[in-house]
């Protein structure tokens, strides 16, 4: 039983159309997070959702929507696609302490055409 | 700001080989440290982490030890194999900050 599924697993699209990739955990965390990491491997944290909160937005365009209908759940809409944002996505959860595990998704590759 | 910086790859080894990845970080509180790893096409998953300083975490045959006075979390294995060959990121956190700090990563290569 997958931990942290996110789907889809691939996702091409043409510049200016819009998004969503879904996220779901049944570890019962707290705290989910998006991250992004570009083609050099290079994580960054995007967003950090807390019981459905919004605890981090780092900086990130506002064409970027989370949305978290429950604390299971955080799904990212996209809109307006550029090539820039073409790089693989992943989904996170913990129970949101400074030392707790995250457990990821296995990512989403979008690639902006 | 907190930061993590790990030294650049790819490392490449042969099977049986010593590994070091250096890892040393930035940060104004006292973080947790990890190791996580990302095996080809798939997400990133813990390998080992450190909570307090001289703590060392374990785990597969991996190593690292939280140095606070060199601020330094480097990851060590006595003898690879081929099935390790992936990518090494340290990360830090902080209590009260829920995210992840990343460094850039580390790719290692194993060959028989």
């Known amino acids: 039983d997958t931990a942290v599924s996110q789907t889809p697993k691939y996702l091409v699209t043409q510049m200016g159309n819009d998004k969503s990739i879904k996220c779901e955990q049944n570890l019962g965390h707290d705290t989910m997070y998006w991250y992004k990491q570009d083609s050099k491997k290079f994580l960054k944290i995007m967003f950090s959702y807390n019981n459905k909160e919004l605890i981090i937005n780092e900086t990130v365009p506002n064409r970027f929507s989370p949305k978290s209908p429950d604390k299971a759940h955080l799904n990212l809409h996209i809109n307006s696609l550029e090539l820039g944002d073409s790089a693989v996505y992943f989904c996170?959860?913990?129970?949101?302490?400074?030392?707790?595990?995250?457990?990821f998704g296995q990512g989403t590759r979008l690639t902006v055409v | 700001g907190n930061s993590v910086t790990q030294m650049e790859g790819p490392v490449t080894l042969s099977e049986e080989a010593f590994l070091t990845i250096n890892c040393t970080y930035t940060a104004t509180g006292y973080p947790s440290l990890f190791w996580y790893v990302q095996y080809p096409g798939e997400g990133l998953q813990l390998l080992l982490k450190a909570t307090k300083a001289d703590d060392k975490g374990s785990n597969k045959g991996f190593e690292a030890t939280y140095r606070k006075e060199t601020t330094s979390f480097h990851l060590e294995k006595g003898s690879v194999q081929v099935s390790d060959s992936a990518v090494y990121f340290c990360?830090?956190?902080?209590?009260?900050?829920?995210?992840?700090?990343f460094g850039t990563g580390t790719r290692l290569l194993v060959s028989p």
């Open positions: 996170a959860s913990s129970q949101g302490t400074g030392d707790s595990e995250a457990f």
């Open positions: 990360a830090l956190s902080e209590l009260g900050f829920q995210k992840l700090v």
